[in-house]
């Protein structure tokens, strides 16, 4: 029944003309062919379902920052609250404005700016490596597989070209919200967010969200809802209502055209399709998740 749910969705997808155009802003995602797709469900029982191309690993970009954040509420607690907000910031997910209205405090810890503290607050004068090595660690335990890697071609790619994410860790800075030189800081981030998936992999690194049976213990009941709360309210940025709206699920896109999905209780979804619509969001991955609900009824309204 949801196999023959799910192979309609792909074989939907793979008719449509428009695909959506892929990250122009780091140069080794914008060379991505956007016409590609994957889907994969891991249900409650157990079993995984998935259709097009589930194994083939993408950059999961700010979904990096769902794991970072819980990593940075395992370590630091409540006090990540004090240096970021919890309210979508109806704002686009590199934008500068609120932040100088609010005085360098960011509004959710999903935006750039945010998710540059949460990042700040998990090295805590550590040296990179260990920081990203936490990440990679709880990453790799969340979804049952060591064959998840940072490709440092796209690191270094966005090193080059994120002029914004540099601007937005130096006024940070001056508004003393960030502890680490902004430079191993943004290192940290950049790394974090070049982390590469596959479906299969981020479906099965959601359960632990999704509170399904057998997923590994790593996140405090209390940190799961107000993690999916964030992912409801603000995962998909000026485009999370759009999403709520049309999906009724919590979701995180990245910029890669990866998007983690919780269905409470039912099912961790993941699905990628590299062209993004005008939020920086994947087109065909919304799309996908948006039928997916209506044929499922899942949906935490
Ligand atoms: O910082 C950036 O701009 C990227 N590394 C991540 C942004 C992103 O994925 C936005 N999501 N749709």
Not at 19 to 42: H, M, N, R
Not at 86 to 96: K, Y
Not at 167 to 192: E, I, K, R, W
């Amino acid at each position: 029944m949801l196999e023959k749910i799910i192979e309609s969705i792909a074989a939907e997808i793979r008719q449509q003309d428009d695909w959506g155009e892929t990250a122009q802003y780091i140069p080794e995602l914008a060379t991505v062919d956007p016409k590609q797709f994957a889907i994969s469900v891991c249900l409650a029982d157990g079993r995984m379902i998935s259709a097009g191309s589930a194994t083939k690993p993408f950059s999961i970009q700010s979904i990096s920052k769902v794991f970072a954040l819980v990593a940075a509420l395992g370590r630091v607690g409540n006090q990540l609250w004090s240096r970021t907000g919890r309210e979508p910031s109806g704002t686009s997910f590199d934008s500068m404005v609120l932040l100088e209205r609010e005085n360098g405090r960011p509004r959710n810890p999903f935006i750039n700016a945010g998710a540059i503290v949460t990042t700040d607050a998990l090295l805590c004068g550590r040296p990179p490596k260990q920081a990203l090595a936490e990440i990679l660690g709880l990453v790799r335990q969340m979804s049952g597989s060591n064959g998840i890697f940072i490709n440092d071609a796209v690191a270094a790619s966005e090193q080059r070209t994120g002029s914004r994410n540099k601007a937005l860790a130096y006024y940070l800075q001056s508004h003393g919200n960030l502890v680490n030189d902004p430079d191993l800081t943004l290192g940290t981030y950049f790394h974090q967010c070049a982390i590469e998936m596959t479906t299969e992999q981020l479906a099965m690194a959601g359960r632990s969200l999704a509170g399904l049976e057998g997923a590994p213990r790593v996140i405090s009941l209390k940190h799961v809802r107000r993690v999916n709360a964030l992912m409801m309210t603000c995962g998909h940025y000026n485009g999370s209502g759009d999403f709520a709206f049309r999906v009724g699920l919590p979701g995180k896109s990245g910029v890669g055209g990866g998007i983690l999905i919780i269905a409470p209780k039912v099912a961790s979804i993941a699905i990628w399709s590299p062209g993004l619509n005008h939020y920086g969001n994947s087109y065909a991955g919304t799309r996908a998740a948006e039928m997916l609900s209506k044929a499922t009824n899942w949906s935490v309204f």
